[in-house]
């Protein structure tokens, strides 16, 4: 036998080896869900099985994965969140979340989710949101979940001054850090309107600012010691 033979069944160390490909099965979404935290919005995608990859960015417009076609949000700028592997129907083709979407009512941020498609596993979803801030996504395991957050717009910068009459997501803002610092209930609808101007009164007298109802730099300074932000 010459060094170039074989010896059948026996290995060749030269040889190629083919390696197989790892199948990822897609995880299947099962509930979207969402909160308001002390200075931003998190939407929560719970999945079963494994976690995927998840992009975030902001878009000119969400649009439908098949026809390409627009997909109207309300709010002033829209985050695109892609998720991969993951699907949300069954082998079978019924859907996987049964439960209604979340009511965004009196966020801060969002206004309002859109679904844009569940193709090739690969779902996209978008967020209507009401300024275009920082955003942040994460995965997380035990069960899968994919975590958005998108920060809220700052309620005013330098000299700027918030008063009655003023509609803006700097508005939706405060009027949230009021519900939290003044514990209890107040729409947040980026109307500064003579409810929040009330508010805001009550807010700067309990802390020892001059109570005009416009909301400049001490105001926003008191808030965010009394927040912790």
Known sequence: MTSDELVPGAADDDAPVTAQAEV?????????????????????????GPVPGVRVQYVDALRDQGSGDVIPLRGRAVVQVDVHPATAHTDGGDPTMTDPLPDLAAFAAFRQLGDAGDFEAQLTWGIGVAARTALRATTLTGPSRVVVDVWHAEPGT??????????????????????????????????FGPVTEEATREFQGAHGLTADGVVGRRSRAAMVRALGL
Do not use: M, S, Y
């Open 24 to 48: 990822v099965l897609p995880a299947r979404l099962r509930r979207i869900r969402a909160g308001r935290n002390r200075a931003f919005d998190r939407l929560v995608l719970d999945l079963d």
């Open 158 to 191: 330098g000299d700027q001054l918030l008063r009655r009459g003023d509609r803006n997501a700097a508005v939706a803002t405060w009027q949230w850090r009021l519900v939290q610092a003044l514990g209890r209930p107040l729409d947040v609808d980026e109307h």
